[in-house]
């Protein structure tokens, strides 16, 4: 039996996806890269640990793009199912939220 090999990277696991992109959010110096890197880390069919949105929301308000910074809300809200997850994810993010001063949508009243 034959089998196509469409790429000859390793599988990634959970962790080392999660490091991968804190890493890059961490280091990420301009709002073009930052939006690339969130575009690209929410293609995937996970939803983003906990630590990699918190970089990014730091990296967002680094580089002072509050607007990218409620997008991540906006992003995590479409990509998980079931409103009692977000609302967890908003809770753990909860710190950070309020340390930037960042609001999701519905806090601004949009």
Known sequence: ISRR?????????YEQFTNRYVKF????????ELKRGLN?????????????????LRAARR??????GARVFEAL???IDKESDYK??????????DEL?????EELGL
């Open 88 to 97: 967890n994810y908003l809770q753990a993010l909860k710190p950070v939220k």
């Open 40 to 56: 690209n880390c929410f293609a995937y069919d996970i939803v983003p640990d906990v630590a990699i949105c918190e970089a990014a």
């Open 77 to 79: 809200k479409i990509r």
């Open 25 to 32: 959010f961490e280091n990420v110096d301009d709002t073009f």
């Open 63 to 68: 580089l002072d793009d509050y607007a990218t």
């Open 5 to 13: 090999l469409y790429s000859d990277h390793p599988e990634e696991t």
């Open 101 to 105: 001063g960042i609001q999701t949508k």
